[in-house]
């Protein structure tokens, strides 16, 4: 091997392994973005607020003046301003993956926020995000099934 090639070759491991590297760190940056590690004790929370009616639409004009931009009017994610949002807002009308969530999860999410969604603890009151929660679980409710003719 001539005395050329040798550094050549050494040049074309370094570029590897640096790209490499950046793939690496661009992947954890996107878990990192995607990714909500809500930690087991607020999995654990109760919901202290009752989902009555007035409780419920409470949380639904708490939703119309800071959630429904992003996540919709009809919760499916698809709000206005989704589209400007480096990720897609949540579909809470997804019953499948909202049943698999608390309602500790759901608050906690409201509570600290996670890019590009802001953290809602300064800005509602404890009562006011457990309503929220309240509302949003209407979202992924099934309509009950048409009556058996008798």
Known sequence: M?????????HTLIWI????????????????LTQWNVPAIAKKLRNPVPATEPNVDNGMFTYSQRCQSCHGPDGNGKGD????????????????EMSRLTDGELYWKITHGHRPMPAFEDKLTDTERWQ???????FAHQPAS???PQ
């Open 2 to 10: 001539s005395q050329q090639a040798a550094p050549k070759k050494s």
């Open 17 to 32: 392994a640096l790209f490499f590297v950046a793939a690496a760190a661009g992947a954890a940056v996107v878990y990192s």
């Open 81 to 96: 301003r989704a589209g400007e949002l480096s990720l897609m807002p949540t579909d809470f009308t997804n019953a499948a």
């Open 132 to 138: 929220v929660v309240d509302y949003i679980r209407t």
């Open 146 to 148: 048409p009556s058996s």
